[in-house]
Each structure stands twice: as C-alpha cells, then as structure tokens.
C-alpha cells in the first residue's frame, strides 16, 4: 500500500511540476520570440522610410534621421530602437521604377549578397505584389519612392536575431530537462516521507478492520451456540429465530469485510493455484438450488466443461457463492435466474443474471459501493448488507479481472465477471 501511494504521489507531483516548467519555459521563449519580432518590425519600417525618403547617394552611405530611441507607449518589454541599430543591421535596397523595372540597388550595408543576386530577390518579390512578408532569411517591406516615380523594396538579413532565439529555446529546453530530472529526484526522495502518516493511518485502519472481525467472530459463534441450545430446550420461537438470522447476517457481513480488508492490505499474495472453475461451479450450484426452490425460483445453468483458471480458489469459491447469494436474494418469487460460465478467447466469462422486483435507480457500477442500498429491493428484509459485491470486486480484480453489472430490460439485472 506504502508503495502504490508512493508512487501515485510521485506522478501527480511529477504531473504538476511538468506542467508548470511548460508553462514557464513557453511563456519565456513566447515573450522573447513576440519581442524579437516586434523590435525586427520596428527597425524595418525605420529603415524603409529612411531609406525611401532620403536622397540618392552612393551606395552603403545611407544618411539616418534622428533616433532619439523612445519607447512607444505601452511597449515596456521591446527595447527602443536607435540609430546604433540601424547603423548594425544588415540589410540591402532596391528601387524601382514606374515601368517595375530595377532602378539601382544598394548593397553596401551587407556582404553576402551581391548587386545580381539583390535584383534577383527583389524582382521575385515586387511580381507577387506583397507589401512585406519574409524570404529565406530576410523580412522585407515595400514602399513607395520619396518622389513618387518608383518603389523601394528593403531586405533585413534576421539571421542573427533567430540564431539568437534558437539558442535561447535550446538551453531553456534543456535546462528545463534537468530541472525536470532534478525534481523527479527530489520528490522520490522526499515522498516516503511525505506520504507516510497517510500510509500509516490507512494501515492502523485496515488493521483495526481485521482484528475487529476477528474479535467480533468468537461472541457471534457464542451466540448462535446459545441461541440453538435454548430452542434445543424450549423449542424455536420467533425471538430466537430473528437472533439466528441477524447473528447469521453479522457474521456474513464480517466475513465479506475481512475479505476486503486482507485484499485491500495486498501484503502477501495470496496462495494460487491450478483448478477446475467448472468443477467448482457444479460443486456450489447445488446448494442454492434449494434456497431458490423454497422461494419458487427457477435456476438455468449453463456451464462449459473443463475450464481451468490459476487463482486463489478460496477467493474464486467465494465470489461464486457472493453473485449467487445475491441473486437468489433479490429475486422475486417464481422469478428465473440463469448461470452461465464459459470460456471467451483466453477469459473466462461468468454472467448471473436474476429478475428483480424493482431495478435501483442509480447507475449499476454503484452496486459495488461498500454499503450501497438503491431502494426497497434491497433493503434488510432481502437479507442483504451492502457489502458483498464490493468484496466480489476486490477479488476479481485481485485476480487482474473485471466485473460489470448491467440492466435488461425493466426487471432483470447481470452480473459479468472476466477474468
């Protein structure tokens, strides 16, 4: 148990702490790259208009307006740009004139790319028609001509700045990494410590289940012993017989809990074993023939011949007899209940299907809830204490099994069990 709330503590803080170094580490690297672009943006449309609205000159010998680098408002996180910028970027220029056809470039402000090789980008772009939008590694933006007879079109070489954001997204990444490992080590390292006053209260819990149920099975044996020997003496009575069925009904319920106790605490394994489940069925099947009769109910069995399981079959002994019980409980009289066990694929299937005098009204997984009473179909003059298909449940999936409950129809209800 110590171990399973170990590790389920591990996860969900593994869980939270994954999702907090996302979110940090992408709202980092989201900031940067938005305040990249927009400073990128910015110092473009500065240098188009510069460059549009100045004189011809030679090329590279730009002039810069003043840049007095002040924030625009609202732009706390993008720092300003000044003339140290543009005087760092690399970019290059091409005009056009009214024709479309290239004027003059200037490419004295980068040196990887040549006069032909400026046309050749410009022209690609000016045929598209796009005012701005990136190529290769450019960003670029058009413009019109300071004396209307043209167009501009300026190319700012952003490689730097995305190596820039690369690197920054590459050592946030695996930073983010080690942090992760980091903390994975330290909540193992710290969860046994974390988790121990729950294990243990869970422990003293299942414990003081157990010896209770143990404490409580010597008075009910006395008390049955007594009951029997004062009808031996002054015959059976109704008092005397309400005692046999309610001490009968405490010791059923005692034992169910133990069940769920000793598989809850999943301590030791239980002994398994090689065994006939159809012999097993046959064997049982018998003695609530009898109990069904007294109440005019009729018993289909349907059972396959040879199918073997490994298992527990104290456990498997008991589950059978828990969907019987429960069956032959809540019938109604001259009501049907039809066994079948077979096997499907490489599972075992067991259905006990039973009419019902009224179906409860709550969905049929909460039949397993400890203690769960839908309505007056199953209430304490049924027999029944609310407990039984919960131990049914801890021990089919004790055996890596599942069970179902179903409704069909308006009165009859299955209970499926795979293993």
Known sequence: MQKTLQKKFVITAMAAISVLLLILLGAI????????????DRLLEM????????PKSEPGMLPFPDMPGKREPGDFFSPPVTEDHAMSARYFCVWFDREGSVARTDTGRISSVSGEEAKEYAEKIYEQGKGSGRLNR???RRMPDRDGQGELLLFLDTSAQRYALLLVLALS??????????????????????????????????????????EIKTPLAIIMANT??????????????????????LTGLMQNLLVLARLDEGVEELPASDFSMSRLLEEELPAFCESAALKNVMIEAEIGQ?????????????????????????APKGGEIAVTLKRQGREMLLQVENDCEELPVDEPEKLFDRFY???????????????????????????KGEIRAEYRGASRIVFTVRI
């Open 228 to 249: 029997e020997a004062m009808e031996l003496c002054g015959g059976e009575t109704k008092w005397s017989r309400n005692i046999k069925a309610q001490t009968a009904r």
């Open 306 to 330: 040879g199918i073997e399981l490994h298992g527990n079959r104290e456990n498997l002994l008991r589950l059978v007899s828990i969907l019987l019980d429960n069956a032959v409980k809540y």
């Open 29 to 40: 690297n989201g900031l940067n790259f938005w305040q990249t672009d927009r400073q990128t």
């Open 47 to 54: 240098l188009t208009r510069q460059a549009a609205a100045a």
């Open 373 to 399: 009473r839908g309505d007056s179909a199953r209430t304490q003059k049924s027999g029944g204490y609310g407990i039984g298909l919960s131990a049914a449940q801890a021990i089919v999936e004790n055996c």
């Open 138 to 140: 450019f960003e670029y």
């Open 173 to 214: 990444a695996g930073i983010g990494i080690l942090c992760w490992f980091g903390m994975l080590l330290l909540v193992i390292l710290l969860s046994k410590r974390a988790i121990l006053p729950i294990a243990r209260n869970l422990e003293k819990q299942k414990q003081f289940v157990t010896d209770a149920g143990h």
